[in-house]
């Protein structure tokens, strides 16, 4: 099992500022994602973080909005930039080993103001 | 994206009665996986079935998985208000090699009546 620690817990950010997300694991983990969770809706991946090489985003999702840093098998950072009302939501932080269930922090919940 | 769906996307039941959620998928997986997410907060994995299983169980729950019709089901008897929250099925591509993220249904919204 793994236990992620998630930073902020929430905030309500000014449009068209940055928030950086971090997101913290208690043991080395290859393979870590990011979801974005809109209000009342389900969970959309946003980004795969492997350390050692760049974030792969999924259809719809940008590195110049959503930047990501991995710079160890414990830690990972995903920016929210530039932000607007529709980027208001829950994002989470996961991670998972091969084909076994993922675990997941505890969310950020975004509101863009 | 998604590929999930999810019916019913909301149920109310008594307490003590049992909840049926159904999920559908579109593509070939390795395993189907239920989380329970509480208040808009993190999720918490409740089972895991693989592809060449047909049921399993834990506690009080109960999933079955027909790959031919590319469904699966959950099933919670003997309904405690503490169950109430939100629940999804993901899915864990087969092509993927275990390096993907997972696919999620819409989920459905559970409310036990006390």
């Known amino acids: 099992s793994a236990v992620i620690s998630q930073k902020p817990s929430r905030d309500i950010c000014q449009r068209g500022t940055s928030l950086t997300i971090q997101c913290q694991v208690d043991?080395?983990?290859?393979?870590m994602f990011w979801y974005r969770q809109q209000p009342g809706q389900s969970l959309t991946l946003i980004a795969t973080?492997?350390?050692?090489?760049?974030?792969?985003?999924e259809s719809g999702f940008v590195i110049d909005k959503f930047p990501i840093s991995r710079p160890n098998l414990t830690f990972s950072t995903l920016t929210v930039s530039n932000m607007s009302p529709e980027d208001s939501s829950i994002y989470l932080c996961?991670?998972?080993?091969?084909?076994?269930?993922?675990?997941f922090g505890q969310g950020t919940r975004l509101t863009v103001v | 994206s998604q590929q999930g769906e999810e019916d019913p996307q909301a149920l109310s039941i008594q307490e003590g009665e049992n909840a049926t959620m159904n999920c559908s998928y579109k593509?070939?997986?390795?395993?189907l996986q239920w989380y329970r997410q509480n208040s808009g907060r993190g999720l918490v994995h409740l089972i895991l079935?693989?592809?060449?299983?047909r049921e399993k169980h834990s506690g009080r729950l109960r999933v079955t998985l027909d790959t031919s019709k590319k469904s699966s089901s959950l099933l919670i008897t003997a309904s405690r208000a503490a169950d109430t929250a939100s629940y999804f099925c993901?899915?864990?591509?087969?092509?993927?090699?275990?390096?993907?993220?997972?696919?999620f249904g819409k989920g459905t919204h559970l409310i036990i009546q006390p």
């Open positions: 996961s991670v998972k080993t091969g084909y076994t269930e993922a675990f």
């Open positions: 043991s080395q983990v290859t393979m």
């Open positions: 973080a492997n350390q050692g090489s760049e974030a792969t985003y």
């Open positions: 593509t070939s997986i390795n395993n």
């Open positions: 079935i693989r592809s060449n299983e």
């Open positions: 993901a899915t864990d591509a087969q092509s993927g090699g275990g390096a993907d993220g997972l696919t």
